[in-house]
């Protein structure tokens, strides 16, 4: 029902009143508080965005909640939030820019500093408002607060991202090593931006499709802006510096309250946007669990960290905004460790200070091999002891036949790309996958921070893609991949510059291969799996030289992995004693 006492917020766009009855009829059969309100809210431009707002009473002024969304604010309140008008907040979702209810074209990139902002000044206003938003939400939702943060708005006192990175290059678009992130990235824009139904695209047949540049066409039966601005952007270049939080975390003032998650796709821009404002401000916390990129789904493979993996983060952010939004300041600290992560293997979560841990102390383990490295039955060698001779393993990379993705951090359907921890036995069958394994350790060892691969390599290719990935075998086998990376031979000198390879000459390269923390168990051994493809978690590297977004042909590549005194292939470890 229409609260009758309620002012006319100040702003508000005239809607037609038929269109507000409904909505809010439709928002009263969801069993959604009376005191609600159902606005159109003015940008700077002229363009509206439909807004829901939940009050916990009639009258008052509160502090308040914002939720902007690229999936349909609907016309409910998600249960969960309800929580907070408990609490004596108002809740206000919001539908971006282009999307739903929402006027004006959908451009993520560059929408939501702006829109974020007008969108708090409008709250501010209002009457039932006392000018303190807080922000909060997943994935997009995260970024939203984050471009938000950007402006430097004085009514937004707190955020509270969860699983939504910091960089669009580096998490959403491209891997850290150069590679298209091609499964995560087309299975969302067509699942957001496909043709309307009954267009029912089919995943393998977009992932698979040849020249990338069109793979948008079969996913949503037209061409994508979004899809096409990045491929034209292969290199991290001005195009991506001027549109990634990252590169302007310096202009962040809200204090941020970050939760990540060991197997989520996001992982790294969330830590590393903890790393770099926790320099700068002790207000920051960190939560880090051993999540996909959805904290309740379970993994795919059964593989559970028990009961002691809960989180709960509903409480947590109660109990940050209360600080923030409630309290007086300067105050005591907010009584939360300033950073918690879940330790796999042992499964407990433990309290740091800080991220990266200082004590932890980064070791070198070196490949080496006899007769071969190929698959799980060759004699790949995993040591801390560096080897005495020089030796090398080959394989064939065949982009025809890529190594498949076998779980890890990954976005955003498990039902699509099943996320999280697997058994990688079924890839460490395949001759183009070199396995090396270390003798089962004596000790508890544990691993807490970046993972880094430095090897000598050469290819028959003008460029290919090298490909590395850290597991935990069990004693009775079981390989449960921990993280992975990959590396674009041509970006072995940076992402911003592009150099093709001389085929058959010798570089050393260097790449992160993803972020965990995991105690491998006494009786465990530690893995370490080398190959050229990830396939589709990262697009398939055609061998030609050729830009890689365009190219309709594939050809194979002759691999060389160099060990030994001269080229010593290593595997480094961030070991916390």
Same mark, same amino acid.
């Given at each position: 029902m229409i609260p009758p006492a309620s002012p006319k917020p100040a702003g508000a766009c005239c809607v037609r009143l038929p269109e507000i009855a409904i909505a809010i009829l439709a928002l009263a059969a969801t069993g959604a508080p009376a005191h609600t309100l159902y606005v159109k809210v003015p940008m700077r431009d002229g363009v509206k965005l439909a807004t829901n707002v939940?009050?916990?009473?009639p009258s008052g002024r509160f502090p308040t909640l914002l939720i902007r969304t690229p999936y349909d604010k609907g016309t409910y309140l998600v249960s969960s939030y309800k929580t907070f008008l408990d609490h004596g907040y108002g809740v206000i979702v919001q539908d971006v820019r282009g999307r739903y209810k929402s006027e004006g074209i959908f451009r993520s990139?560059?929408?939501?500093?702006?829109?974020?902002?007008?969108? #708090?000044?409008?709250?501010?206003?209002?009457?039932?408002?006392?000018?303190?938003?807080?922000?909060?939400?997943?994935?997009? #939702?995260?970024?939203?607060?984050?471009?938000?943060?950007?402006?430097?708005?004085?009514?937004l006192i707190a955020i509270f991202p969860v699983v939504a990175g910091s960089d669009e290059y580096r998490d959403r678009f491209y891997s850290r090593g150069g590679a298209v992130k091609l499964g995560h990235r087309l299975h969302w824009i067509s699942e957001n931006l496909k043709q309307p139904w009954p267009f029912q695209p089919d995943f393998n047949d977009y992932v698979r499709h040849l020249p990338v540049r069109t793979a948008d066409r079969i996913a949503t039966g037209r061409d994508v802006d979004l899809w096409q601005e990045s491929l034209n952007h292969p290199t991290y270049d001005d195009y991506w510096r001027t549109r990634s939080t990252w590169e302007h975390l310096s202009e962040i003032r809200t204090p941020a309250f970050i939760v990540a998650g060991w197997y989520d796709n996001y992982i790294e821009g969330d830590l590393d946007a903890?790393?770099?404002l926790s320099r700068r401000s002790a207000a920051h916390r960190l939560l880090v669990g051993p999540w996909p990129h959805n904290q309740t789904a379970p993994y795919p493979s059964g593989i559970s960290f028990g009961p002691e993996a809960y989180a709960p983060t509903r409480q947590y952010q109660l109990d940050w905004f209360n600080y923030w939004m409630r309290g007086t300041h300067p105050s005591p600290e907010f009584r939360f460790p300033r950073v918690r992560i879940f330790v796999m293997g042992i499964n407990q979560w433990r309290d740091e200070d800080e991220w990266p841990l200082s004590r932890a102390r980064l070791t070198s383990w070196y490949l080496d091999s006899n007769k071969g490295a190929n698959t799980l039955t060759g004699d790949g060698h995993l040591s801390p002891e560096r080897p005495t001779r020089e030796d090398n393993d080959m394989y064939v990379y065949d982009p025809r036949k890529p190594a498949p993705t076998a779980g890890g951090a990954l976005c955003?359907?498990?039902?699509?790309?099943?996320?999280?921890?697997?058994?990688?036995?079924?890839?460490?069958?395949?001759?183009?996958?070199l396995v090396y394994t270390s003798a089962a350790l004596r000790?508890?060892?544990?691993?807490t921070g970046t993972v880094r691969v430095q090897l000598w390599?050469?290819?028959s290719a003008p460029d290919t893609d090298f490909t590395a990935k850290l597991v935990d075998v069990f004693p009775n086998g079981h390989a449960r991949n921990l993280c992975d990376g990959i590396l674009r031979l041509r970006y072995r000198e940076g992402l911003d510059k592009a150099r093709l390879a001389r085929p058959g000459e010798v570089y050393p390269i260097v790449f992160e291969i993803g972020v965990t923390s995991n105690v491998f168990r006494a009786g465990h051994r530690v893995r370490l799996e080398i190959s050229s493809s990830n396939f589709p978690r990262f697009d398939r590297n055609p061998n030609t030289g050729r830009t890689v977004a365009?190219?309709?042909?594939?050809?194979?590549?002759?691999?060389?992995l160099y060990h030994g005194p001269a080229r010593p292939s290593r595997l480094i470890l961030p070991i916390v004693p």
């Amino acid at each position: 029902m229409i609260p009758p006492a309620s002012p006319k917020p100040a702003g508000a766009c005239c809607v037609r009143l038929p269109e507000i009855a409904i909505a809010i009829l439709a928002l009263a059969a969801t069993g959604a508080p009376a005191h609600t309100l159902y606005v159109k809210v003015p940008m700077r431009d002229g363009v509206k965005l439909a807004t829901n707002v939940f009050l916990p009473d009639p009258s008052g002024r509160f502090p308040t909640l914002l939720i902007r969304t690229p999936y349909d604010k609907g016309t409910y309140l998600v249960s969960s939030y309800k929580t907070f008008l408990d609490h004596g907040y108002g809740v206000i979702v919001q539908d971006v820019r282009g999307r739903y209810k929402s006027e004006g074209i959908f451009r993520s990139f560059s929408q939501e500093t702006s829109d974020g902002d007008d969108t #708090l000044n409008w709250i501010a206003k209002q009457a039932w408002s006392n000018g303190k938003v807080g922000m909060l939400g997943g994935s997009y #939702l995260g970024i939203a607060q984050w471009r938000a943060a950007l402006a430097q708005n004085p009514h937004l006192i707190a955020i509270f991202p969860v699983v939504a990175g910091s960089d669009e290059y580096r998490d959403r678009f491209y891997s850290r090593g150069g590679a298209v992130k091609l499964g995560h990235r087309l299975h969302w824009i067509s699942e957001n931006l496909k043709q309307p139904w009954p267009f029912q695209p089919d995943f393998n047949d977009y992932v698979r499709h040849l020249p990338v540049r069109t793979a948008d066409r079969i996913a949503t039966g037209r061409d994508v802006d979004l899809w096409q601005e990045s491929l034209n952007h292969p290199t991290y270049d001005d195009y991506w510096r001027t549109r990634s939080t990252w590169e302007h975390l310096s202009e962040i003032r809200t204090p941020a309250f970050i939760v990540a998650g060991w197997y989520d796709n996001y992982i790294e821009g969330d830590l590393d946007a903890f790393a770099y404002l926790s320099r700068r401000s002790a207000a920051h916390r960190l939560l880090v669990g051993p999540w996909p990129h959805n904290q309740t789904a379970p993994y795919p493979s059964g593989i559970s960290f028990g009961p002691e993996a809960y989180a709960p983060t509903r409480q947590y952010q109660l109990d940050w905004f209360n600080y923030w939004m409630r309290g007086t300041h300067p105050s005591p600290e907010f009584r939360f460790p300033r950073v918690r992560i879940f330790v796999m293997g042992i499964n407990q979560w433990r309290d740091e200070d800080e991220w990266p841990l200082s004590r932890a102390r980064l070791t070198s383990w070196y490949l080496d091999s006899n007769k071969g490295a190929n698959t799980l039955t060759g004699d790949g060698h995993l040591s801390p002891e560096r080897p005495t001779r020089e030796d090398n393993d080959m394989y064939v990379y065949d982009p025809r036949k890529p190594a498949p993705t076998a779980g890890g951090a990954l976005c955003c359907d498990p039902k699509v790309m099943p996320w999280g921890p697997m058994d990688q036995r079924a890839v460490e069958g395949r001759e183009d996958v070199l396995v090396y394994t270390s003798a089962a350790l004596r000790q508890d060892l544990e691993v807490t921070g970046t993972v880094r691969v430095q090897l000598w390599v050469s290819t028959s290719a003008p460029d290919t893609d090298f490909t590395a990935k850290l597991v935990d075998v069990f004693p009775n086998g079981h390989a449960r991949n921990l993280c992975d990376g990959i590396l674009r031979l041509r970006y072995r000198e940076g992402l911003d510059k592009a150099r093709l390879a001389r085929p058959g000459e010798v570089y050393p390269i260097v790449f992160e291969i993803g972020v965990t923390s995991n105690v491998f168990r006494a009786g465990h051994r530690v893995r370490l799996e080398i190959s050229s493809s990830n396939f589709p978690r990262f697009d398939r590297n055609p061998n030609t030289g050729r830009t890689v977004a365009d190219d309709n042909e594939l050809r194979t590549a002759r691999q060389t992995l160099y060990h030994g005194p001269a080229r010593p292939s290593r595997l480094i470890l961030p070991i916390v004693p």
